[in-house]
């Protein structure tokens, strides 16, 4: 898995060590891992997100795939990042609830990680650092 993932932090300027964090809370690095919601893989894809960054990475969808689930998984991860600013908790709260739940929270006036997704952040901070 290694190999994606350093390759896949390299070509999104990402810190390898937030990805295996996302990939660990996600799926446990079970790559053929289906959420409740429809999300897959590594890094759990919703099937309509993949299938976007498929066309942005000039690749067919194949969120079960390893190697593209990591490289489609951290290029959004990437752009919910520069998103907001370069910051990673609301790129990772965006990530993790969309970026739409994020600029209804700020446009809201409040500020740091909306709520819904306080705890997911707190994961991938802390699965980070066994990493």
């Not at 498929?54 to 990437?78: H, I, K, T």
């Amino acid at each position: 898995m290694q190999p994606h993932v350093q390759s896949a932090a390299k070509n999104n300027k990402l810190d390898p060590r937030l990805i295996n964090a996302v990939i660990w809370v996600e799926s446990k690095f079970n790559a053929r891992a289906r959420g409740p919601g429809g999300t897959q893989g590594l890094m759990q894809l919703m099937p309509s997100t993949a299938r976007e960054l498929a066309s942005s990475l000039g690749e067919r969808s194949r969120p079960l795939d390893p190697g593209f689930n990591v490289r489609a998984g951290s290029l959004y991860l990437a752009r919910m990042i520069r998103k907001f600013d370069g910051n990673t908790d609301l790129g990772l709260a965006a990530y993790h609830g969309g970026p739409g739940h994020v600029l209804k929270w700020r446009k809201a006036g409040k500020r740091g990680v909306p709520e819904g997704s306080k705890k997911y952040v707190e994961k991938i901070n802390a699965a980070k650092k066994m990493f």
